[in-house]
């Protein structure tokens, strides 16, 4: 998964739609469970004079989204992702978040997969499950280790 980021990199970089402003932020896709290895990366730079983010869908063609605001804190620093610092792949921690989905008896039915710099590289993982709860783990994509998970029911009913 990480090599076909890095590709659909190169090919953004050196694509037409690419306008050379920003820097990478983050690559994202979603989708249903069973379709993770067929669903185009989302990849997002950082344009920090604007405070906006161009998003570039890879796919057959690219599909670019130009200026899109962000929802942050004020104090929220957007910090620069360097592929070459990701040494873990997403298929090296396939284990452990299977061990995580274990571990709240839980099955996943759709998957959020964030790559972002959180003062280190890291994979941000939230899962949608089959009894209706989110389920998000942070990975650090240098060493591996399991930063955070943690589970929320996705519908509440108050008393």
Not at 110 to 124: A, D, H, M
Request: proline share 2%; with cysteine; aromatic share 8%.
């Amino acid at each position: 998964m990480l090599k076909r980021l890095r590709e659909d990199y190169k090919i953004l970089k050196n694509s037409e739609e690419f306008k050379n402003y920003g820097f990478l932020c983050g690559a994202f896709l979603i989708c249903n469970i069973e379709e993770i290895d067929k669903t185009p990366w989302q990849i997002d730079f950082y344009n920090k004079k604007n405070d906006t983010i161009t998003t570039y869908l890879i796919d057959k063609k690219i599909e670019v989204t130009d200026d899109s605001k962000i929802l942050k804190d004020e104090k929220t620093e957007i910090e620069e992702l360097n592929l070459n610092d990701v040494k873990i792949d997403f298929e090296d921690i396939k284990e452990k978040l299977d061990n995580i989905l274990k571990k709240y008896n839980e099955t996943a039915v759709k998957i959020t997969i964030i790559l972002q710099t959180q003062k280190f590289p890291i994979w941000n993982v939230i899962f949608i499950t089959k009894k209706i709860n989110i389920i998000n783990v942070k990975i650090n994509a240098i060493n591996g280790s399991v930063v955070e998970d943690n589970m929320v029911p996705l519908i509440t009913v108050e008393k």
